[in-house]
């Protein structure tokens, strides 16, 4: 990966002087931020541009070529790589259009492509991109205008488009927040995400890792990747509705998944999600400053009405505002009465016009234990006494390194004045007071990330199925029927999880010789394959006390099959033993296109879609993420006791979400699992499995 950013030689392919020609330009910005190595142009005919003179093909050029930029016609793109293949060039960057974005899957223009570059060795980036920007050594190739170098610092961008990436970079460069690198990679056809995010893990000059994505192909290996990470991932995902998902197939052939399984998937290995383009940049300048490591914010205003503001965004990102301890103002004492500050957390300074003051009461704000970072909002008219304002602000930067602690700045003054701030200081400022405490929340949860991430396995235990479990599963494939409830709850026991005693009849005569060796009071369910939901149905019959509640429970689904019109009538029925009381809860699998198996786990019952109290995680697991997934949930409450009611069985709540990881790993022939309700019991009494569903995947 090093000589896409670090090449000592680079082909731009496809030039000519047309006034129209897009290769002129990556010359053009190469020219621009000074890049240092050798370059050679190529096109089709006898003449120079930008200075530099043509080759008709990387063939003619005299010395060996590290990195090759092709912007040729699609059609043209496998012969160029070809040409290059041969003249011993192993990295290509293609910014040519018309790929799989317009055709909508792979065309042949790519099989030709792929067939080429598998045959050299070749690794690419794009196609349908802009390319590379590498601050340290001047490598810009980007076919926009001519644009000029920009404030270096340790942010790295990666985007899958090339207009929305360019817009953030400067974005941030406009408030001087520095940037090391830039890759636009396109379609992702070769080189995507996972391969940039771990290239970028390792490289000395990226300090925090921002991607604006619009699909994840590879996502197992994308977990496994950003995992591994040391530095903060900030990504901004798109191609969220399904509505949007043509629009973004056409632009760059990302395919979305399910975006609860994302934002979960993102919070099981520490991904900052961001929900738009301004609250990207002021995450990725939040985390340029010291970061929030505790939830104790201290507020600072000089607008009572600002504080306010404050106080109720605090409170919505859940930060703690705890009171100034009773000595703060003796330390202060001298730079102000006391009569005119309220103590409290906001703490109002509008009284304070003399600015230095402002300075000290910071810095004695900083030095407190009791406090993580600073909310700082302060207003001023430019047009009055500017100096005295300058000289505070001068002072936050040196505090807040001093004390490595984030004094995140709401800065309330005329345009001019806040670009002249920016120029001078390079302070990031943010425009809001809910913005300001947004970044916060945002930094405090990059340090919570950082302690919590723990590498994700993708074999992290074994994939092989229990003899019998594989046994039962092909026995299912060869019959050609979809497995039932008590198919479900069959490989279920096997794997160790908890159930009621249970018997499966096919009549009224031979349920009643079957439950003599149940015991009552009873469950009796629907068997029939065109009744995954049995309750729809009408299906289900609780709380049967004896063999006369038995006949008449049977006879009740047998009408409700008939109702339903199901083929057969019913069939046969699941007896079940009542389980005792407890705690309905689900937990199940769903297969995720991009993260493959995906265990979710929340409330259960017959409400459980509506309710839609769930968090997920993606196979396998450990103990601590199936904790993790619990304790998001608002059932994780009810769970610890409520209104009288003891805690529940937590722990093998838990212990059921692993197992039933595990098995999913085991069989990967499974699509999805259900298990509702799952009846947790009080602490140290278990729980019990009393229904299960179970989907396979097409043979």
């Known amino acids: 990966m090093d000589t896409f950013f670090y090449p000592d030689s680079i082909a731009v392919v496809g030039v000519s002087s047309s006034p129209s020609n897009l290769a002129q330009r990556i010359l053009a910005n190469l020219r621009r931020f000074r890049y240092a190595g050798k370059v050679w142009a190529i096109g089709p005919r006898d003449e120079e541009v930008e200075g530099y003179p043509l080759f008709r093909s990387v063939a003619d050029v005299p010395e060996k070529i590290d990195l090759a930029v092709l912007l040729v016609p699609a059609k043209n793109v496998p012969q160029v790589a070809e040409e290059c293949g041969r003249k011993g060039i192993r990295r290509l960057i293609i910014e040519s259009g018309g790929f799989r974005e317009f055709s909508g899957g792979e065309s042949d223009v790519e099989r030709r492509l792929l067939e080429v570059c ?7 980036l794009g196609p349908n991109c802009i390319g590379i920007i590498n601050q340290e050594n001047g490598l810009c190739t980007p076919f926009t205008r001519p644009i000029a170098p920009f404030v270096e610092g340790g942010i790295s961008v990666i985007s899958q488009s090339g207009g929305v990436g360019l817009s953030h970079v400067m974005d941030l460069t406009s408030e001087y927040i520095g940037l090391n690198k830039f890759i636009s990679f396109g379609n992702g056809l070769d080189i995507d995400e996972v391969d940039l995010i771990e290239y970028l893990g390792g490289d000395g000059g990226t300090s925090m890792i921002s991607a604006y994505l619009e699909g994840i192909s590879r996502g197992r290996d994308f977990l496994r990747v950003v995992s591994r990470q040391k530095k903060p991932v900030v990504v901004l995902k798109s191609n969220t509705q399904p509505s949007t998902q043509r629009v973004a197939t056409s632009h760059s052939a990302a395919i979305s998944g399910d975006e609860d399984v994302l934002d979960d998937a993102f919070r099981q290995v520490g991904v900052l999600r961001v929900p738009d383009s301004l609250v990207w940049a002021n995450v990725s300048k939040q985390l340029t400053l010291p970061l929030m490591k505790g939830n104790r914010l201290a507020i600072l205003s000089r607008s009572g009405g600002y504080a306010v503001m404050a106080a109720d965004a605090a409170s919505q990102m859940g930060f703690e505002l705890p009171p100034f301890p009773d000595g703060f103002f003796d330390a202060c004492r001298q730079y102000f009465e006391k009569s005119v500050i309220t103590l409290q957390n906001p703490l109002d300074l509008g009284q304070i016009i003399f600015h230095p003051v402002v300075v000290h009461i910071l810095e004695e704000t900083l030095k407190l234990d009791e406090f993580d ?26 505090l807040m390194y001093r004390y490595q602690k984030p004094v995140t700045t709401v800065l309330i003054t005329q345009r001019h004045e806040r670009q002249y701030i920016r120029e001078s200081y390079a302070l990031p400022l943010f425009r809001t007071a809910f913005h300001g405490v947004q970044a916060l929340a945002y930094s405090r949860d990059a340090v919570r990330a950082a302690e919590r991430r723990r590498p994700f396995e993708t074999e992290a235990e074994p994939a092989a199925a229990l003899p019998q479990a594989a046994e039962l599963v092909a026995s299912w494939r060869k019959a050609g029927r979809a497995p039932t409830v008590a198919d479900a709850l069959e490989l279920l026991q096997l794997y160790g999880v908890p159930m009621v005693r249970r018997a499966v009849a096919c009549s009224r005569d031979e349920a009643l010789e079957k439950v003599e060796g149940l015991k009552f009071p009873i469950a009796l369910k629907l068997i029939h394959a065109d009744a995954p939901h049995k309750s729809d149905v009408g299906g289900v019959q609780l709380n049967l006390k004896d063999d006369y509640g038995l006949i008449t429970g049977w006879d009740e689904i047998a009408k409700a099959a008939s109702r339903a019109r199901l083929a057969g009538g019913m069939e046969c029925a699941l007896i079940q033993e009542m389980a005792p009381q407890g705690w309905e809860m689900f937990v199940g699998v769903k297969y995720d296109p991009s993260f493959g198996p995906v265990v979710l786990a929340g409330s259960g019952g017959l409400l459980a879609e509506v309710v839609r109290d769930v968090a997920a995680r993606v196979a396998p697991l450990t103990r601590e993420d199936a904790a993790e997934l619990l304790s998001e949930t608002r059932a994780s409450q009810l769970l610890q006791g409520f209104r009288g009611l003891g805690p529940a069985d937590t722990e093998a709540f838990v212990e059921l979400i692993v197992a039933v990881a595990r098995l999913i790993i085991a069989h990967p022939e499974i699509q999805a699992l259900d298990l509702n309700p799952v009846i947790v019991h009080p602490k140290g009494k278990g729980l019990t499995v009393v229904d299960a569903r179970l989907v396979l995947k097409p043979a």
Not at 373 to 398: C, K, R, T, W
């Open 373 to 398: 970072g600073v909310l700082l909002i302060y207003n001023y008219d430019a047009q009055g006494a500017p100096d005295e304002a300058h000289q505070f602000i001068s002072q936050i930067m040196p």
């Open 118 to 124: 598998r045959r050299y060795g070749i690794r690419f």
